[in-house]
């Protein structure tokens, strides 16, 4: 692949007046050092971070089909940086539930549904004829 910056940079090209394209005059671009983010390393790193924000602007002047090491690149890369991140949210989700796994607060939030059930789900003579209840068991 030639990342030549001429060999990238937009081409136009004239429509005749009876619809053919005239392949013979071509206007061209002029690129700009954001034409190309890879060509540099400090912009390559610039591209990627914008790859990872959700801007995939730097990749546009690619088609994959003609650049089939960009297309796996960026199947791979997007492929790990998943992983990455989803082993990191289970990494965090692991420390809070040690930090949060008492005993006294899963009683707690037992006897808090309990009372939610006896409250808003209970017929009045189911909450309140104790004694019926317990002589059934």
Request: proline fraction near 2%.
């Amino acid at each position: 692949m030639n990342n030549d910056l001429w060999n990238i940079a937009t081409k136009y090209n004239f429509i005749n007046s009876d619809g053919t394209i005239n392949n013979t005059t071509t206007i061209i671009q002029d690129p700009d050092l954001n034409t190309i983010l890879f060509n540099w390393f400090f912009t390559f790193l610039l591209a990627v971070y914008n790859l990872l924000t959700g801007n995939s602007g730097s990749l546009l002047l690619f088609t994959y089909r003609e650049h089939p090491t960009i297309t796996i690149l960026l199947v791979t890369f997007t492929f790990f940086t998943v992983i990455y991140l989803m082993n990191l949210f289970i990494g965090l989700l692991n420390l809070a539930i040690d930090v949060y796994n008492k005993e006294e607060e899963f009683l707690l939030q037992k006897a808090q549904i309990i009372i939610e059930i006896e409250l808003f789900y209970m017929l009045p003579f189911q909450k309140y004829n104790n004694k019926k209840c317990l002589n059934n068991k």
